[in-house]
């Protein structure tokens, strides 16, 4: 699959004021003919390494930091180093980009007050900005406010509920709201753990009684069983097919009854690219509408690291649902993610150097 949108990045460095060694005579008529603001910076210059702080879990460093990733970034001249929680932040480093997927109030808060006292470092992400994503009641609102919808296809949401206490009332809450069965039922905090990806099919009224708050109840929406991954690192998009839960006919739903249990919905054992399946299934979304999409998301999350989830609607070939957005997820079972990710590393201190030197110019 080829990546949408992606930059290669010379190694080449910018020499600012390449007339140095001319004479001054000619250096001062060059100086005199050359417009006001007329700098132009083509590269950043790799006189040194740059450095990546990290601060991420211990399963995150095990799926992502991979010998390949490690190995390609030292050729490029990225160097990874792990923080230290034990000690100030404002004392390690220095860094370039610090790259980050922790929890707790206190984490939030460090970054924070590091942000404001290194504007130069980039952190990846903003810590409120994440935020947003543990609750699913607010991770798809973004989504939801674009109606998105052009000539390539439309995207929306499922509709759901969110239920925070008492399973006695999900019955008439339901009916209130006006969610046709059946229904997903996920956790309402999306926190990366185990627990937080398990999903429950509640297939009648009576089994909504076995839910467990809190929680989001979606209006399941048959799929073909395919779902698509959509991994985005900045500007540049990759997306792969993983098997979902299957469709439920009218025969089925009318027969079925009570809550099933699914531990986890599309990792990549699930990988489903290599599957002979019905080709109005298996046909990617439209580029242009995936672009579109994750540009509108960067911009109202304020995010530059997550995937989506989505969904195309069985029978259709144009009507698209989002159904879980997640933070850093797991880059390692992405093709070739080491080249995307470095070339993206790359990118963020190329947009630093320039607006370094513009700045300068003033």
């Not at 879990?57 to 050729?75: C, M, V, Y």
């Not at 467990?212 to 799929?223: A, C, D, K, Y």
């Amino acid at each position: 699959m080829k990546l949408i949108d992606d930059k290669e990045i010379d190694d080449g460095e910018v020499t600012m004021n390449e007339g140095r060694e001319m004479e001054t005579a000619e250096h001062e008529r060059e100086e005199i003919s050359s417009p006001p603001c007329s700098l132009v910076i083509e590269e950043f210059p790799l006189k040194r390494s740059i450095v990546v702080g990290y601060a991420l879990t211990s399963k995150k460093i095990k799926s992502f930091l991979q010998p390949k990733l490690e190995g390609l970034a030292r050729n490029k001249g990225i160097l990874f180093v792990a923080i230290d929680q034990k000690r100030p932040l404002s004392e390690q480093g220095p860094f370039d980009i610090v790259l980050h997927k922790q929890i707790g109030k206190e984490w939030r808060l460090i970054l924070e007050e590091y942000r404001l006292g290194h504007p130069d470092v980039t952190v990846l992400d903003p810590p409120d900005a994440i935020l947003h994503l543990r609750n699913r009641q607010s991770m798809l609102q973004c989504v939801a406010d674009m109606n998105l919808s052009d000539s390539y296809g439309r995207v929306g949401v499922p509709k759901q509920l969110v239920i925070k206490r008492d399973a006695s009332s999900i019955p008439e809450a339901v009916n209130k709201a006006g969610l046709r069965l059946p229904l997903v039922a996920k956790p309402l905090v999306a926190d990366g753990s185990a627990k937080s990806h398990e999903l429950s099919l509640a297939y009648d009224q009576h089994s909504l009684l076995k839910l467990e708050p809190p929680l989001v109840l979606q209006e399941f929406v048959n799929h073909g069983g395919v779902l698509f991954k959509v991994y985005i690192v900045g500007e540049a998009i990759r997306v792969v097919r993983r098997f979902s839960l299957p469709d439920v006919s009218r025969r089925e739903l009318s027969k079925a009854a009570g809550v099933f249990h699914f531990p986890r919905v599309s990792c990549a054992a699930a990988s489903a690219d290599d599957a002979d399946l019905d080709p109005n299934i298996a046909e990617l979304p439209p580029r242009p509408l995936l672009e579109r999409l994750a540009k509108e998301l960067r911009r109202g999350l304020g995010l530059r690291l997550f995937n989506l989830d989505i969904i195309r609607e069985h029978g259709t070939r144009d009507q698209f649902y989002v159904i879980d957005i997640n933070y850093f997820p797991g880059y390692g079972k992405m093709p070739e993610y080491e080249h995307v990710f470095t070339d993206f590393l790359l990118s963020v201190v190329q947009s630093q150097f320039k607006k370094r030197a513009l700045a300068d110019q003033y």
